[in-house]
């Protein structure tokens, strides 16, 4: 006679049965409840598990404001350091376990962190595209030079002019030995230009989103 099916689920692969001490285990931790669906204890779990994964990407400023436990942030650093893929999903099921400690005031600032960094990074592309549409307008256009001076009036106006005409001197140079499918390569002066411009855009922003010593192509 064949054995009846064990009714469970599965939490990131591993299957818990129903009634099972785990079970009850992880209904007592996630809501201190016994009377939660197996529905919404994986939807709960599956949230824990991917925070702790998203803790793996956060700044160091921000990880630095939540108040997490020793061991959770230890559990995490170890992480960013395993490089075996085996290795890793153990460790990862392991922080996964570490966040059903974790209150909800916590898991809340997880999240507001994550969130700030999202926003950040997206400010950050915005900074960036500007600088670049700038920077092509002023070698490209005498005119733009006013108009940016109306933005940047303490600006080295001598310097930047030097540097337009150095950049415009580059490009003369340069284009007739592109070839189909080569990455155009800018002089020093293109790429001064660019961090000038990044530089006043970010004026009052300590997180611009990008290296100061980044080179644009």
């Avoid at 197996?38 to 400023?61: F, I, V």
């Avoid at 230890?74 to 974790?102: C, H, P, S, W």
Wanted: charged share 35%; hydrophobic share 35%; net charge negative.
């Amino acid at each position: 006679m064949s054995r009846k099916p064990t009714k469970g689920y599965f939490v990131r692969g591993q299957f818990v049965a129903l009634g099972s001490e785990l079970d009850l285990e992880l209904k007592r931790e996630l809501k201190g409840s016994a009377d939660m669906s197996k529905t919404d204890l994986k939807k709960y779990s599956d949230r824990l598990q991917q925070l702790g994964e998203s803790l793996l990407t956060l700044r160091a400023d921000l990880m630095k404001r939540l108040d997490l436990s020793e061991k959770l942030v230890d559990a995490v650093a170890e992480a960013k350091r395993i490089t075996n893929f085996e290795g890793r999903r153990r460790q990862m099921q392991y922080i996964g376990k570490l966040m059903r400690g974790v209150d909800e005031d916590t898991l809340a600032a997880v999240e507001a962190a994550l969130d700030e960094q999202n926003k950040g990074s997206a400010k950050g592309t915005l900074s960036l595209h500007q600088a670049e549409q700038w920077r092509d307008r002023l070698i490209a256009d005498d005119d733009a030079l006013t108009q940016w001076l109306q933005l940047d009036a303490s600006a080295d106006v001598q310097h930047l002019r030097a540097l337009i005409r150095q950049a415009r001197k580059d490009a003369q140079v340069t284009e007739p030995q592109e070839r189909p499918g080569e990455a155009v390569r800018h002089g020093k002066a293109y790429r001064e230009i660019f961090q000038i411009v990044k530089a006043t855009l970010n004026q009052g922003d300590p997180d611009d989103g990008l290296p100061a010593d980044e080179e644009q192509p």
